[in-house]
């Protein structure tokens, strides 16, 4: 009997990118972006106490995703059920028209989707991770099994660089900073924290967040009524790829859906050697 790997397996793109404990700066990078969707914002800010939430919320994330691309075929799809399950009882209101829609609306899904894959990608790219041309697309044509764990027809997902960009140049002329956005931004930025590591934390947070703002592309920054120069690019670069090397310098321990990958690729691969 075979082991099972997962959605990807450890030849993938996917299970390279993700290993990067600095893409945490990709998870807060795709909120930012997320928030310009008015729609987007609203289903967060009508379905959840996000103020109150935030830690948890972040922590829930994050052992999603890597669930979905460590866990086990089975794992990553009762994640992905019990994400569909959610979804699918939740509504909102249009904040312009006040149209009722569903937050498992397919064209929201993508979005939600395509920030969150772009961003990830991106951000390892501005790390110097070592990714050619040809392993982003690759990157993206994986995904799309993680988007069909939400509910999403893998076919409708774009799945290559090329069909990102296209995607976000057909979405911006719904994108808008809304007042919605900008309270999640500021919230982003200045989070509430325990009173024991405020001292501390707030400081090093507000480093992250102006990292992970300043790795939007130019046209968010724009939205965000801020400048989208050139030099920001630069400068966020070296940002990323300065806190990579410290990062990666941390007796940082993985996780432990990441070890028990681990564990089943060696027993795979010495399967295979059997």
């Not at 030849?11 to 990078?29: F, I, K, N, T």
Request: charged share 25%; net charge positive; with cysteine.
């Amino acid at each position: 009997m075979s082991t099972d790997l997962g959605l990807f397996g450890p030849d993938s793109v996917s299970w390279r990118v993700h290993r990067e404990p600095v893409l945490w700066l990709a998870g807060l990078r795709a909120l930012y972006l997320q928030a310009l969707h008015p729609r987007a914002v609203a289903g967060v800010v009508q379905n959840s106490d996000f103020r109150r939430d935030c830690w948890p919320r972040l922590m829930r994330t994050a052992e999603y995703v890597g669930t979905v691309v460590y866990g086990t075929t089975e794992q990553a799809e009762k994640a992905g059920r019990r994400v569909r399950r959610i979804h699918d009882r939740l509504r909102a209101h249009d904040p312009v028209t006040g149209e009722e829609f569903r937050i498992d609306d397919p064209h929201l899904l993508r979005w939600v989707h395509v920030t969150e894959v772009e961003s990830f990608v991106s951000t390892a790219r501005r790390a110097r991770i070592g990714l050619t041309d040809a392993d982003v697309d690759r990157y993206y044509a994986e995904q799309t099994r993680a988007a069909a764990l939400v509910g999403l027809d893998p076919a409708t997902v774009p799945a290559s660089a090329a069909e990102v960009d296209e995607f976000y140049r057909s979405i911006r002329p719904e994108l808008a900073l809304t007042a919605e956005a900008r309270d999640v931004a500021r919230f982003l930025t200045v989070p509430p924290m325990p009173g024991r590591v405020v001292a501390l934390g707030r400081p090093a947070w507000l480093g992250v967040a102006t990292a992970a703002f300043a790795l939007l592309p130019r046209w968010a920054r724009r939205l965000y009524r801020l400048p989208g120069l050139p030099t920001t690019d630069v400068a966020a670069s070296l940002t990323v790829l300065g806190l990579r090397g410290v990062i990666n310098a941390l007796p940082v321990r993985d996780g432990p859906i990441y070890r028990e990958a681990m564990r089943r690729a060696e027993q795979a691969h010495g399967e295979v050697a059997a």
